[in-house]
C-alpha cells in the first residue's frame, strides 16, 4: 500500500489532469463552469474519489454529476495515459457544497456587521 504523501500526490496529480481537460478538451455543455474542489484516493487505488462544485450552485447539481458520470470513462482512460499507476482507480463523483456553505456563512457575517450598531460613547 502506498504512504499516506504519495496517496495525496497521486490525489494532487488526478485533479491538476481533470481541471485540465476539463477545460481544454471537454465539450460537454453540462460541463462548464464547473472545479474539482477535492480528490480522495483509496489506501488501495481502488477508487477515486472527485468532490465537484459549480458557479451557479447545487441548481445544476444532478446535471453536472450525470455528465461526468457519462465522460468517466473517457477521463479515466485519459488521466491512465498521463498518469503512470500499475492499475488506476475507479473514478466516484460527488457534488461538495462547501463553497456554498462558505458564502452563505459570509452573508449572514455582512448581514450582522451591517445591522450592528456602533457602540456609544459615554
Do not use: C
Amino acid at each position: 500500500m502506498p504512504s499516506g504523501i504519495r496517496l495525496q500526490r497521486i490525489a494532487d496529480r488526478i485533479r491538476q489532469e481533470i481541471s485540465e481537460m476539463l477545460i481544454r478538451e471537454i465539450s460537454d455543455p453540462r460541463l462548464h463552469q464547473i472545479f474539482i474542489t477535492d480528490v480522495k484516493v483509496d489506501r488501495e487505488l481502488a477508487f477515486a474519489d472527485i468532490y465537484v462544485s459549480a458557479v451557479e450552485g447545487s441548481v445544476r447539481s444532478a446535471e453536472i454529476l450525470e455528465g461526468l458520470e457519462h465522460a468517466s470513462g473517457f477521463l479515466r482512460h485519459e488521466l491512465s495515459a498521463r498518469i503512470e499507476l500499475r492499475a488506476f482507480p475507479r473514478l466516484r463523483f460527488h457534488w461538495d457544497p462547501t463553497p456554498e456553505n462558505a458564502d452563505h456563512i459570509e452573508q449572514l457575517l455582512a448581514d450582522l456587521r451591517k445591522n450592528e450598531r456602533p457602540a456609544e460613547k459615554n
